[in-house]
């Protein structure tokens, strides 16, 4: 039977995003980055759409036979195991069970409704997990770390729009198949800038798939001297001096590049000198001012001008669920107990 290859505008742009998800799928599998296990579950969920793209445009061809496998339940593991990679967090031996559906429907096919009771669950979960890991970080991590959670939201943000989009299209396309047609091709131009979305943001913001993030130790520092050790300890406290006299850490939108600006150091001499002294990171580092100026001002004049939140405002916190996080976690109390621990007459 002689193929015939139907060269619609959707069809264009199913081969662009075939070949484009297998290039990008290749480059993020075999780079070699501090990333590279992350990169590898991201490529490998690339791979995994491309083929539920190929495998809806090969239907429009005539003349081929030949299917592809089934991957509409492997995608979305795939982007839940690259989630938990990028931050960091174990892959334990359960999440390798929802691998079963997908090989399942390959040899029993089924309906579409399994695909959204199936995958939207999965979407929220990682949702949920991103939250949980959020407040608990506070504002411990960089400005890069952010930005990767923001990214990675943004991802399952427009996979369940997707099947939102596609929940809308059984249903209409089921009463009316013309208007169906426009919710397919809307899905095929999403799908197409969703997948330059995510090679634009590998070329244009490297450091979010090269860089280990998430980290909550240091890691390991090359044995110093004990001279070494006294010059490194001397720089720290001078930098930790410096930041105090001119009150840096009350700047709400401080991170490490402007910090090492405002003191004439390089980022990673700022970094290391944190880490090796405190064995914190630089948002945990800058906050435990904030927090010591917090109750400075506590007990000043200023307490019965402002509420808790504005203190804490004042001291350099951008936002309330950061300044209390920190603040229990460094104190062991909530600021209100603090405070009312101050008013006791037993302090007085």
């Known amino acids: 039977m002689e193929i015939v290859f139907d060269f619609s505008f959707s069809s264009v742009l199913d081969i662009l995003s075939i070949s484009t998800a297998f290039v990008l799928g290749l480059l993020f599998t075999s780079s070699k980055t501090k990333n590279r296990r992350a990169n590898i579950f991201l490529g490998v969920f690339l791979w995994s759409l491309s083929l539920e793209v190929l495998g809806s445009f090969l239907e429009s061809v005539q003349g081929i036979s030949f299917t592809v496998p089934n991957t509409t339940l492997f995608t979305i593991p795939f982007l839940l195991l690259y989630v938990r990679k990028s931050l960091n967090l174990s892959i334990n031996f359960y999440y390798l069970l929802l691998f079963i559906p997908g090989m399942i429907i390959n040899f029993y096919p089924i309906g579409h409704f399994i695909e959204y009771l199936f995958n939207i669950p999965i979407l929220v979960y990682v949702l949920m997990m991103l939250k949980t890991h959020r407040s608990l970080l506070?504002?411990?991590?960089?400005?890069?770390?952010?930005?990767?959670l923001e990214w990675i939201k943004t991802i399952i943000f427009i996979f369940l729009f997707f099947h939102l989009l596609w929940i809308v299209e059984d249903i209409v396309g089921f009463q009316n198949e013309n208007i169906g047609g426009y919710f397919a091709i809307t899905s095929t131009i999403l799908t197409f800038f969703m997948i330059y979305w995510i090679g634009y943001n590998g070329f244009s913001q490297p450091e979010i798939f090269s860089s280990l993030q998430f980290q909550m130790t240091a890691p390991e520092e090359t044995a110093l001297t004990i001279e070494e050790y006294q010059e490194d300890n001397q720089r720290f406290s001078e930098m930790s001096a410096t930041i105090v006299e001119r009150e840096l850490f009350k700047d709400p939108n401080l991170d490490l590049r402007?910090?090492?600006?405002?003191?004439?150091?390089?980022?990673?001499?700022?970094?290391?000198?944190?880490?090796?002294?405190?064995?914190?990171?630089?948002?945990?580092y800058i906050n435990q001012f904030r927090i010591e100026d917090f109750k400075k001002l506590l007990a000043?004049?200023?307490?019965?001008?402002?509420?808790?939140?504005?203190?804490?405002?004042?001291?350099?916190?951008?936002s309330k669920s950061t300044f209390y996080s920190v603040f229990k976690n460094t104190e062991g109390i909530t600021p209100k107990q603090y405070q009312n621990q101050l008013k006791s007459p037993n302090n007085g």
């Open 138 to 148: 506070g504002d411990y991590f960089s400005a890069l770390e952010n930005k990767t």
């Open 258 to 284: 402007s910090l090492s600006d405002q003191l004439g150091m390089k980022e990673k001499e700022v970094s290391r000198l944190i880490k090796s002294n405190t064995q914190k990171n630089f948002y945990h």
């Open 300 to 318: 000043s004049p200023k307490a019965s001008q402002l509420s808790l939140l504005g203190l804490a405002m004042e001291a350099g916190f951008s």
